[in-house]
Nanobody, 125 residues
Framework: QVHLVESGGGLVQAGGSLRLSCAASGRTFSTSAMGWFRQAPGKEREFVAAISWNGGSTNYADSVKGRFTISRDNAKNTVYLQMNSLKPEDTAVYYC??????????????????WGQGTQVTVSS
């Protein structure tokens, strides 16, 4: 099992940057794919980025490609989301998730069995 805790959210102006961190506990972390999802009020939780168990493969939503970077440090049991050139439409609660059943970066939220509580990201105009 994996326990996840996100941090790093906050308020930032459009065009600014923010780095989210997800601290994980559990020995299965190093073999699990990890993902970031976000949910704005009144909307479905949507895929943002995912990374394979060894960091060799990544997937990004078209809306964030070129602006966001997902990475992981298995020695520290941590996954990161570096967010640059932030836009107001990036405002949402961001969730970290672990897919302990696969090491590949799925874009489907139902593939992930473990979730953090989320961290709020607000981008002002």
């Amino acid at each position: 099992q994996v326990h996840l805790v996100e941090s790093g959210g906050g308020l930032v102006q459009a065009g600014g940057s923010l780095r989210l961190s997800c601290a994980a506990s559990g020995r299965t972390f190093s073999t699990s794919a990890m993902g970031w999802f976000r949910q704005a009020p009144g909307k479905e939780r949507e895929f943002v980025a995912a990374i394979s168990w060894n960091g060799g493969s990544t997937n990004y939503a078209d809306s964030v490609k070129g602006r966001f970077t997902i990475s992981r440090d298995n020695a520290k049991n941590t996954v990161y989301l570096q967010m640059n050139s932030l836009k107001p439409e990036d405002t949402a609660v961001y969730y970290c998730a672990a897919d302990v059943g696969s090491g590949y970066p799925s874009v489907g939220k139902y593939e992930y069995g473990y979730w953090g509580q989320g961290t709020q990201v607000t981008v002002s105009s």
